[in-house]
């Protein structure tokens, strides 16, 4: 799960979702506040109307039936009544002038006489209606799910004769309903959907640069990668078609300079094999030897120079070896024998001959200079790690990189016994970053030198496919 949150089609996909979650949960904010207003209009527009016919009625009926009227209009929501006073006392709370606007236009639109409005929420606690019994109130409660939030409506309207009609109600915001299973069975309908659909369009986006990933990392490792498809958004289409002409590029200069160095090495041993033989044709024996050893020296450069150039040697393929069983075999093979402190078993993708002759160079250096040479293996999570342990003198903390350089000798007598060209390490080096690792060395705190070949674990190999 950590792993699919990590990835880019993961994150867009959740962020989508969480967006489209917060859109739709203002969404239903507005529709509430919405729906709260839709219903108090209603309701507050149907006892304005309700009021203006009842003033109407007291207006132009006689004062017998008065009574009868009032009678006629009350009911457990609204009640009636005239007083010679008003009950509103104050109109700083009118609802902006709404209601009275109604009750104006509903008795006549040359209606001057005083109506005053009063509408204001009231404590949840009280019983929801002021004229209702008990049992209405218990059984209102149950129907509102214990929601109490009354709004009053209080009107006073001036009546001629100086009387005033009194109104008076009290509503409730109708709780919203919430069917659970609909709205559960809709949310995973349609997270599901979004995340199908979105899962879907990320892939035609991260499956390229996936891709384009594992390509760029084993050409590093200088394998053989084919050209990638231009597959997915125009952006990701350019970029595989750069990396592409890139891999092209590369490929096609490292042929060059390998073809090149392959001639010159062609050139240099002819004239070198003609000099080997006119030397032989030296009568002074201490010249003819001096010059057949010259000879011979120069062809053991050049065999040697050509050996580090194809040090890369990206024509062999990788392969799968438990490193334990590889190093065993590498001892066997080795005239000079070394220690070998087993590990854990490790499967990493090795070109064995390749990475045999690397091993072979520090651990014949960790034997010249050190006496003995102990190889153990490990890993650290990313990549399968080798190292080698000495007890020589070490090497001065400003020469561990130094001595990398080709044809760098920190040995002072400059004698090929001892000291060889100095391309040892060199083609080590070439060999463990041609695999995607490199090799590091550090002075050990007990003396000696300790070197380091890292080289990446295998990942999956089927992403190139998918």
Same mark, same amino acid.
Request: negative net charge; charged residues 25%.
């Given at each position: ?24 949960a ?18 507050g ?14 207006e ?19 009640r009636? $009544? ?22 104006r ?20 606690a ?12 218990v059984?209102h ?5 214990g ?16 009387q005033?009609?009194n ?31 979105f899962w ?32 997915g ?8 078609g750069?990396?592409n ?5 590369l ?14 090495g ?6 070198l094999?003609?000099m ?14 001096s ?9 053991s ?47 990493v ?19 010249r ?26 090497i001065?903390e400003e ?28 083609i ?8 995607? $690792?490199?090799?590091?060395l ?5 003396g ?13 190999e ?5």
């Amino acid at each position: 799960m950590r792993r699919v949150l990590n990835s880019l089609r993961g994150q867009l996909v959740l962020l989508v979702i969480l967006a489209l979650a917060a859109a739709q949960a203002v969404s239903l904010w507005l529709f509430v506040d919405e729906r709260s207003l839709a219903v108090r209009a209603a309701l507050g527009a149907e006892t304005a109307g309700r009021a203006a016919n009842v003033a109407r009625l007291i207006e132009e009926a006689p004062a017998s039936l008065h009574a009868s009227i009032l009678r006629a209009a009350n009911s457990p929501l609204v009640r009636f $009544g005239i007083a010679p006073e008003p009950e509103v006392r104050h109109t700083s709370h009118n609802g902006n002038g709404i209601v009275e606007e109604r009750v104006r236009a509903l008795l006549d639109g040359n209606f001057s006489r005083e109506i005053r409005v009063e509408l204001h929420e009231v404590d949840g606690a009280e019983l929801p209606l002021p004229h209702l019994d008990q049992e209405m109130a218990v059984m209102h409660r149950e129907m509102m799910r214990g929601h109490m939030s009354a709004i009053e409506l209080n009107l006073s309207i001036a009546l001629s004769g100086g009387q005033w009609l009194n109104v008076g109600t009290r509503f409730e915001r109708p709780p919203l309903q919430w069917p659970v299973y609909s709205t559960l069975t809709f949310a995973l309908s349609a997270g599901f959907i979004l995340v199908v659909v979105f899962w879907f369009l990320m892939s035609r986006l991260t499956g390229p640069l996936r891709r384009l990933s594992v390509a760029a990392d084993r050409l590093g490792r200088g394998e053989d990668v084919a050209a990638l498809p231009a597959v997915g958004p125009r952006e990701v289409q350019d970029l595989t078609g750069a990396f592409n002409r890139m891999q092209e590029r590369l490929t096609r200069f490292v042929a060059d300079r390998t073809r090149l160095l392959a001639a010159l090495g062609h050139d240099l041993r002819s004239p070198l094999t003609a000099m080997r033989v006119r030397a032989e044709f030296v009568d002074e024996e201490e010249t003819r030897d001096s010059l057949i050893s010259s000879i011979e020296e120069m062809q053991s450069m050049v065999d040697t120079v050509l050996a580090f150039a194809r040090g890369v040697a990206v024509s062999e393929p990788l392969e799968m070896c438990e490193l334990g069983e590889f190093l065993k075999q590498l001892r066997a093979d080795m005239l000079d024998r070394f220690d070998l402190h087993p590990g854990t078993a490790i499967e990493v993708g090795l070109r064995p001959n390749t990475i045999r002759r690397a091993l072979r160079n520090v651990i014949e250096n960790a034997l010249r200079y050190g006496g003995w040479a102990r190889v153990g293996y490990g890993h650290d999570g990313k990549n399968a790690l080798i190292t080698v342990a000495d007890s020589g003198p070490g090497i001065p903390e400003e020469d561990l990189e130094r001595v990398f350089d080709p044809f760098l000798r920190l040995e002072a007598s400059r004698s090929l016994e001892t000291g060889g060209y100095g391309l040892g390490l060199s083609i080590a080096r070439t060999i463990a970053r041609a695999h995607g $690792g490199d090799i590091t060395l550090t002075n050990r705190p007990d003396g000696g030198l300790l070197a380091t070949l890292a080289i990446p674990l295998a990942g999956d190999e089927t992403e190139l496919e998918t």
